[in-house]
Every structure is written in structure tokens, then in C-alpha cells.
């Protein structure tokens, strides 16, 4: 907007008012007229693709098949031959090897080998705590890398009835479900890990289902690793019993499940 021109035909002048006012119209109008601001580089295109629920999924992969190489070729059932090492002892040895123990179930390891090894090499009670912490970490790595780097990939897959009715049932009733799973020694403990992260199931029930459920299994197994040089006493006879019942019971509850999902 301009001044009124001088009667005698003078320039006419912007008042400072007016030009601040155009200006700040001027601007919106302009940003508009460009559109969002987009990242278009190569570098944003890379990172789009890095991180898309595909290339997580195939990270995933890759991670999991290293892991599970890097155990076979370390073949760590020789701890069952060789024992500890003896550099190791006392509480840090315990410590070492729950450590040990969690990142081995990551990579497939057998859990039924790891807690005759606990047994054999600490004793009942404090082979029974290194199991069963182990076996908390491995759970909770393998559920913290199937859902950061798997669920988003594998969630749009669960299409047949089967599929959707153990997601529904892992999203609605996590704790129990799992509790049951953990009780019946059938189900293997990856697949159990992977499927409970791919669902909307919490890691805080998750995690303490696992631990109460894997307490008569991982007791009898260890039990029977503490006992296994007497394999004719009352203690590994019972443990033996100890890795039947749960099994029956967790079968008993599979059944009933069955007939749950079968008739949704």
C-alpha cells in the first residue's frame, strides 16, 4: 500500500508500516506455493530403505544365522566334557555364565543342554539361579529384537484364522498364555520368544511368565545335571518325574486351547 502522491505529481513513497505488512504476507505465501519441504537426497533414500520393516526383518535374519554359526562352530556342549574354565569361580563364574546362557538361547542353543551344564557345573540350587536367570535375558533379548526389528514385517502376514486366533490370544491374555507355554517343554523357546514379540504382548508380562513358567523345567534339568553321576537316586529319579507332569499338564492345556481357537 502506498501514500497518497503529492497534488503537484511528486513520487509516491511506501510508508514503513505498509512494507512490513506486505512482506509478512508475502512470505506464507511463498512457502505455500513451494510446498512441504522434503528430503530428496541419496542419503534420505538410503535411510528410508535401512529402515523399512523389510530390511529390519533381513537384519534380523542375518544376526540370528551368524549367531547360531558362531555356536556351532564354538560348540559350547563341551562345557558338559571340559567344565568351567577354571579362571573363572565363585559368583562371577554364576554370573558369567547367566550371561552366557541367555546369549546362547539367542542363538538357538538348546535350553535342556544349558541347564544339565548349570547343574553339572554349579550344583542344584545355584545351577537352578544361573538357568533361570539365563533363560530371563535370552527371553527378553529375543523379544526386544523380534519386536524392533521383526513385528512390523510380520504383522501384516497374520491373515489365516489360525494365525489371527494365537495373535488374539497372545494380545488379550499374554500372561497366561505364555505361562501355559512355558510349563509344556514342546514348544521351543525361540518360536515361543519370536511369536510372543511379533504380538502386542508386554515385555513386563512376558518376561515374568517366563520366569515362573520355566521353574519346574529348568529345576528338574538342572537337578538331573547335579545328579547325573548317581543317575540311580531318589534326586535324579524325581527330577526325571519333575520333566513329565509339567509336560503333561502343559499338554492338557494345549488341548483345551485347541478346541478354543478351533471353534473361533
Not at 526389528?149 to 491374555?173: E, I, K, M, T
Amino acid at each position: 500500500m502506498l501514500d497518497a502522491t503529492t497534488r503537484s505529481g511528486g513520487t509516491a513513497t511506501a510508508s514503513p508500516r505498509a512494507t512490513a505488512t506486505d512482506l509478512a504476507a508475502a512470505v506464507p505465501a511463498a512457502a505455500s506455493s513451494l510446498g512441504p519441504v522434503t528430503a530428496t537426497g541419496p542419503a534420505a533414500r538410503c535411510a528410508r530403505v535401512l529402515l523399512s520393516p523389510w530390511s529390519r526383518l533381513s537384519l534380523l535374519v542375518v544376526l540370528l544365522a551368524a549367531a547360531a554359526t558362531a555356536m556351532l562352530l564354538l560348540e559350547p556342549q563341551r562345557l558338559l566334557t571340559d567344565g568351567w574354565p577354571s579362571q573363572l569361580g565363585g559368583a562371577a563364574a554364576v554370573v558369567a555364565y547367566a550371561v552366557a546362557y541367555g546369549v546362547c538361547t539367542v542363538a538357538f542353543v538348546p535350553r535342556p543342554l544349558l541347564n544339565l551344564a548349570a547343574g553339572a557345573l554349579f550344583g542344584s540350587q545355584l545351577g537352578l539361579g544361573a538357568a533361570l536367570a539365563g533363560t530371563v535375558l535370552g527371553a527378553g533379548l529375543s523379544f526386544c529384537l523380534g519386536r524392533a526389528l521383526g513385528q512390523d514385517a510380520l504383522r501384516p502376514l497374520l491373515r489365516g484364522r489360525l494365525l489371527q486366533a494365537a495373535d488374539h490370544q497372545l494380545s488379550r491374555h499374554g500372561f497366561r498364555s505364555m505361562l501355559a507355554t512355558r510349563l509344556f517343554p514342546g514348544v521351543p523357546f525361540a518360536a515361543a520368544n519370536y511369536c510372543a514379540a511379533v504380538s502386542r504382548m508386554g515385555l513386563l508380562p512376558f518376561l515374568l511368565a517366563t520366569a515362573l513358567g520355566s521353574i519346574p523345567n529348568t529345576a528338574a534339568y538342572t537337578v538331573a545335571g547335579a545328579r547325573a553321576s548317581t543317575p540311580t537316586s531318589p534326586a535324579f529319579l524325581i527330577a526325571l518325574a519333575c520333566i513329565a507332569v509339567p509336560g503333561l499338564a502343559g499338554a492338557a492345556v494345549a488341548w483345551r486351547k485347541r478346541h478354543r481357537l478351533r471353534g473361533r
